[in-house]
């Protein structure tokens, strides 16, 4: 088992709708969450932190935990087609262990 | 701003050669990372230190060393470069604090022939 899961997609959505990016990971004692955005021949840059179950707010972007569940995930409002990318999960552990989910592909069509 | 400088963003190198691969942050973070991202594997951990003189060994350190003389500077080795690490090679950098995100530097494209 993977310690941090992403489903490959590609997701794809139209321009203006919300696109939900989930994450499950697997140590139920882990403390930190990040979702960072990877455009293409680029390198992942943080877009969002959370570490409190419950959902944080920053623009268009939303981060949801819950802990008991092991699901964190994002959501984008009012997509557009620059938010086209790969979305990368990362999750700090409760080893002291930094992991990254392998990316959800995301395609915001016009 | 963390800014976290990659020396090179592409590279050809022949096989057998001597690979240097240098990463510099300027935010005095403890840990440095090196990691290598293909298609379809996402980003696999090779080295990281979370000191001076200080190394781990990641998922996939066969082929790599590393060198950690200053607290800024982190270099990535590859001792006999193979057309496998044809990849692109990522640094990240992050305090010691367990809640704090890793940074990455812009990426190095590098190419075994």
């Known amino acids: 088992q993977k310690e941090v899961e992403q489903n490959s997609g590609p997701l794809s959505v139209p321009e203006g709708a919300i696109a939900s990016l989930n994450c499950t990971y697997s140590d139920r004692g882990s403390q930190s969450f990040f979702w960072y955005r990877q455009y293409s021949g680029k390198s992942p840059e943080l877009i969002m932190s959370i570490y409190s179950n419950g959902d944080k707010e920053d623009g268009r972007f939303t981060a949801q935990l819950n802990k008991a569940s092991q699901y964190v995930s994002l959501l984008i409002r009012d997509s557009q087609p620059s938010d086209s990318a790969t979305y990368l999960c990362a999750v700090f552990n409760n080893f002291n262990k930094f992991y990254f989910g392998s990316g959800t592909k995301l395609n915001v069509k016009p | 701003d963390v800014k976290v400088t990659q020396s090179s963003r592409y590279l050809v190198k022949r096989t057998g050669e001597k690979v240097f691969l240098e990463c510099v942050q300027d935010m005095d973070h403890e840990n440095m990372f090196w990691y290598r991202q293909d298609p379809g594997l996402g980003l696999r951990l090779i080295y990281f230190?979370?000191?001076?003189?200080?190394?781990e060994k990641g998922d996939i350190p066969e082929g790599y060393s590393v060198s950690r003389e200053k607290k800024e500077r982190f270099s990535l080795i590859l001792e006999s470069a193979s057309t496998n690490q044809t990849s692109m090679y990522l640094c990240a950098s992050s305090p010691p604090a367990y809640n704090q995100p890793q940074h990455f530097g812009d990426g190095t494209r590098l190419s075994i022939l």
């Open positions: 230190s979370y000191d001076v003189k200080m190394k």
